[in-house]
């Protein structure tokens, strides 16, 4: 009883005060088993290939790979975490709606990747294209350079359907 003589309400329940996180992937290494963690594997090694194969070109057009660069390394990182996040199970300790959290990741990496596959190709089609360098005239990508280009745009288009792939199953659990 208080000073009032009104009973005090007991302390809320921890339990009812903060929700279940709302995932239906499943946590530990049993999300290896799902087609969603397959496709995560998939993503981070073609996207480590393509960073490899942009990497080892040169970058003859930084402008244009630049971006397919920090693309390919930006999704690289994003995606070990987010199957960290799954495979060390953190995601039933933080309260959030990860169904939706995996759409939006899935969602912009895909438009991002999308967009550097279509600079990559770019680039690649632009083999034939000679340039005025100082006295002689030389083409803007040498053989093997083209030859890694092509590597990184077809390697850079499975990335990206991956990624589109992915995007397509969090839809699906995320609006069922």
Known sequence: MSAGGAPVPPPPNPAMSFPAPRVTLPAGPDILRTYSGAFVCLEIVFGGLVWILVASSNVPLPLLQGWVMF???TAFVCSLLFL????SGVVTQINANWNFLDFAYHFTVFVFYF??????AATTSLHDLHCNRTVT?????????YNINVAATIFAFVTTACYGCSLGLALRRWRP
């Open 137 to 145: 005239v030389q083409p803007l990508l040498s053989d093997n350079q």
């Open 71 to 73: 693309v390919s390394v």
């Open 115 to 120: 967009g550097a596959f279509l600079l990559e």
């Open 84 to 87: 960290g996040v799954f495979l």
